[in-house]
């Protein structure tokens, strides 16, 4: 751990909600690491909701808990949230403050003018694709370059931000080791994916594309783990598409890491990425994996052929043939498996964090 003289002691942290989701789970765990090396943190939630991971109890919690349904409300809890986080952060006063997720982020550098504060913001996903709306996007574009410092995953996401005026880092989230449990995963499923049930995170296609490769080989099974809004609508495709009974959608988890270990082959089908924990978690737990080239994200992690494969984004009938490709030849799945681990050292804990350390202090000074 990083015990410098130079390091920041008192760090406020900001983000929308503690709840499952990526950014979420890496702020936890970055979180928990500056928590063990002795320093003082607070996560300040837009949202009252429980924490969905684990998280060391030295982390102060501290939910605005302010929302409003209809635009008008919604605009007026918005206000709201800023004027206490502002009054949160005045009577704290932390040597830094980062910030998660672009609505967040946008709270935090409105929240912070006039205070003397530093503040580190954080892009989560690629803002070329993700639509935050006219409003937001306005104030993204007028707020960002308040910021002391910007931290984004991958240099495509940099160069969709190259309008902020201040230092712009590209850190990638940790990825952990899959810690041994002793209970044995039994590889019960030819393919296993796991997200969130939104739009971007294309498992519609991923449908599509296991229909075509049981046209290929015979029924192809799948178990996709994760919730959302478009659960129904997923679980609709799947019968239209006659794949309903190769098809198991089991809900959330909290042991990813052992889940993903029950198929045969991991999936990631999204149509835009940040950086994908799960993705990374897939590897980790030594699987052969497969997912769209999108914009950010599964490019800084796969390194194509090596230790999984990128196919070109939405390209359903590649990623059939590609899911074919692994499930049929298991000697190119085994190479693979036996070289996704890798992405552990490629994106260790203690270097990731040591860059955030970096950047905290630079600021700070």
Known sequence: MNRGANRVQRISCVIGSLGPG???????????????????VTIHTLQSKPAYFCLDDRVAVAPLGISGVGMLRRVVAAIARVRRLRRALRDRRPDVVVSF???????????????DVPVVVSERTDP?????????????????????????????????LSYMSGDTTVIGNPVLPIAASGEVMVRDVDVVAMGRFT???????????????????????????????????????????????????????SRPG??????????L???????????GEAMAAGRACIAFDSSSGPRQLIRHGVDG?????????AMALAIVELLDTPSTRRRLEE???SVVDRFNLESVMARWDDVLASVAE
Do not use: C
Request: proline share 6%.
């Open 22 to 40: 990526g950014a979420e789970r890496v702020l936890t765990t970055m979180a928990n690491w500056w928590v063990r090396d002795g320093r003082d």
């Open 258 to 267: 052992a889940v993903l270990q029950q198929g045969d082959v991991f999936v």
């Open 269 to 279: 089908p999204s149509r835009y990425e940040g950086f994908p924990n799960v993705l």
């Open 309 to 317: 494969l990128l196919i070109p984004g939405g390209d359903v009938d």
């Open 128 to 160: 070329k694709l993700h639509r935050i709306g006219p409003f937001w996007t306005l104030l993204r574009r007028i707020t960002y370059p308040m910021a002391r410092h910007l931290v984004v995953q991958s240099k495509e996401v940099e160069a969709a």
């Open 199 to 253: 739009h971007e995170k294309g498992f519609d296609l991923l449908l599509r594309a296991v229909a075509v490769a049981s046209q290929k080989r015979g029924p192809t099974t799948l178990r996709v783990w994760g919730d959302g809004p478009e659960r129904a609508s997923l679980m609709n495709l799947a019968r239209q598409l006659d794949i309903a009974s190769q098809v198991d959608f089991p809900g959330n988890t």
């Open 339 to 341: 070289a996704a681990p």
């Open 101 to 115: 997720i672009d609505i967040a982020n946008i709270h935090t550098l409105i929240a912070t003018i006039g205070i």
